[in-house]
């Protein structure tokens, strides 16, 4: 029994109360329009307009992020500054542009008589690359002076530097030095000219391990070193996550790295380029910071700690495994380095949560006196007496405050288990009105209140004294009270979107209460058609609540069954519905402007890595296809379905359970869970136990196989009758994932097509690929579910190659009848 409901535009449904309690109704009725708008016309959305879309960049993905995020208001409050990337086709690059906006010049559009007249900002610094980073500009921060806007730019010629833009001459310098590669950095407090920075530099220790041990001069032992590190060396060689990451400083303009007296030798710290692992946090006086580092050692003690995924378990693994593990997969902690000596020194004696499984971001914030240091999602040391603490303290501390002089660690707020779906997580945390007190801010997804709790410290113990509704926006994601007096006497801005609104600037004025959109960095999208996006909720037979986004045609007419197309693995309800979530594959909007309905579906989380998770997803498409079927939108036999990442796994075990659904799938870039990935990804990885042996309930040897037999897609690829398109996205290591799918079809005589990146990213960012990926699967689907066939010549070949995948279809279908008994009917 099927319960659903389809909600109109998410924007009035879904998005957190705050984003529409300070917007007067002109700014409602400018949304509106937008979304008016979308009808009507000169031609239809294409993967081109996609990949040209001017986007909002984010310094940091944070749990809880509040659209206001990429709004950097200057210290003073005059300026604010906000990034757009977007992708450039005829130059295969990647453009960025930092924007200054006077809050002044803002305030006069707000409160001049009639529509008004957008802002022109001006544009600071432009970059643009052909690489694989999606964010060529990255990283804003004001100077205290509110003179200067800091920020990293990778640009071909010098890779990622860090450079300082005068608003008032426009003067762009660089600060790091030349040929060094910067992939964090943080400034000192107002008056010190300080900052610190992380230098990325080739991992030695890693390319000496990737040579193995000699033996003799024509062999080496490779023993414990993982297959495609060995097949593919220079790629493990230049992911950035593997790099050295070198702490350097900058003082008066001279920068120099930071040398631990005691070995000689630079210290070493880590950066992960996904906003959980990056802490540069210097004190007040500019005499220490805090880092985070890999713990140099396995403490048998650590075996006591709570994991966020119980299947999951991290334990210390082979012998000299950890050269070639990421360094969130192996321990890591936070430490206190003296920028004067070098010396690091251990802050809580424990390692950060994520090594466990929790997702909650690092923080490291200084109270004013530097006497302070809180901490996000750290375990603390479980060596205590009281029992009670113990059992606390096997949980990781979402808030933990560390007392400098004295070393003592104490928890504010524990975190929530993972495996609650309730829980409330923290966002951010941050020193209140001293450093008694502390402000967490706590996020549940599918809420929509956002609290802030707040608690004070009382003879070593901290006690919840107040939790509140989140208030109106600001640029730290703070409530209004906790904001500068004078804060109140400026504009509140931020960056709003929705299914069907393209990201723009908007801005209230809180004296007269006036707001508007004050600037769209795509005013193209006015001429261009676009099919509506809507939420579609429903629940599974077994009670599970599924919110996805659903995607019309342009001109849909009631009564029409469209051809469907389900494309996997996330949705964001308050985000332009273009792609999907990712630039991989996924092509929402230019699939509906070939006259198909998407469904862009998330996954289910409650029972991942275990035996039911494929249940659970294969549950979740069948009652999508049946509640658009009984509503009359689609032709069931039209449907195809895309995979991406995790959900690859997914979408194969639905193409075996069930063969006849899929007209037409693709799996790109993703993971099967079986036997091959299994023996090639279980080998020189640290401890963690390998997901297979937790969904299938052991190793694939002995009785244990029998299982693996009966469930992994590898060994019951023969089921599969539904073309299959297949992407090796990030580089031919890829195709290790995907080879047992592939060769097992091709071996079988099924419709297969192997599509491989050789220079690709796991989410595609190239311009050049992205469009082979995304319109790739727009032909592809087109060609299954409607017979479409694109003119244009040089595709030629691919029409011609995918005509024989017919034929093998064909074939398969008259032997299939024949064998049946059935015959032709």
Known sequence: MLNARILGDVSWKRVPEWSFGWMAPAMLLALMSITSRSEAGDRLFSVQDSIELSNFVDPETRIGDKSDDNVHWSPDRKHFAVVTARG????????????????????????????????????????????????????VQWSPDSRGVFFIGHSAARGRQLYRANILTGKVETVSPPGKQVSQYALGAQGTGHLVFAVSIPNVELQKALQGHPIGSGARDVTGMPLDAMLFPSKWLDDEIRRTHELWESRSGRSTPVIDRNSGRPVKIINCDDGYGNILSPSPDGRYTVVLQPADHWNSEWNGYEPGDPNRKFSPGEQGSEYFAYWA?????????????????????????????????????????????????TYLPLGVVDPEERSRRARPCAAAVVDVPSGRATCVRPMGRASDPNALFVGDISFGSSSQEVIVHVVNIGRKEEPVERYQEDKGIWRLVVATELGGPNDHGATDTALPAEAAKTISVVVYQGLNQPPAVYAKDPASGIGRVVWDPNPQI????????????????????????????????????????????????????????????????????????????????????????????????????????SDGLIDPSRV??????????????????????????TVADGMDESYLEYLTYSVGRGGRQPEQEAIYGGKPFGDALKVWIQSAPGFNMYRIKTPLRI???????????????YSSLVLQGRPVDLILFPDGVHQLQKPSERLASQQGNVDWFRFWLQSYEDPDPSKREQYRRWRQLRKLQEGARVNELETSGRGIQ
């Open 88 to 139: 450039v086709i005829q130059s295969n690059e990647i453009e960025s542009t930092l924007w200054i906006f006077d809050s002044d010049q803002v305030r006069k559009v707000l409160l001049a008589p009639g529509p008004g007249k957008p802002v022109e900002p001006r544009m600071l610094a432009r970059l643009a690359a052909i690489t694989n980073d999606r964010t060529v500009i990255s990283d």
């Open 329 to 377: 997969e192996w321990p890591a902690e936070y430490s206190l380095v003296d920028l004067a000596t070098g010396k690091t020194t251990s802050l809580v004696n424990a390692p950060i949560a994520r090594f466990e499984g929790y997702g909650q971001p690092t923080r490291a914030v200084w109270s004013p006196d530097g006497k302070k240091i809180l901490l996000g999602a």
């Open 640 to 665: 195809g379905i895309i995979g991406f990442s995790r959900t690859c796994y997914h979408v194969l075990g639905m193409l075996i359970k069930n063969p006849n659904r899929f007209a037409a799938a």
């Open 526 to 629: 006015s001429r261009l058609t676009l099919g509506q996006a809507s939420v579609l909720q429903w629940k599974d037979a077994r009670g599970h609540q599924w919110v996805a986004g659903l995607v019309k045609p342009p001109g849909f007419v009631p009564g029409v069954r469209y051809p469907l197309v389900i494309q996997t693995h996330a949705f964001v309800e308050n985000h332009f519905l273009t792609d999907g979530g990712y630039t991989t594959a996924l092509a929402a909007r230019p699939l509906a402007s070939s006259g198909m309905v998407v469904l862009q579906m998330p996954y289910n989380p409650e029972h991942f890595v275990t035996g039911q998770e494929l249940d659970d997803q294969i549950l979740g498409f069948e009652s999508a296809i049946e509640l658009l079927n």
């Open 727 to 741: 992407e090796a996205d990030s580089g031919v290591a890829s195709l290790l994932y995907q080879w047992e799918s």
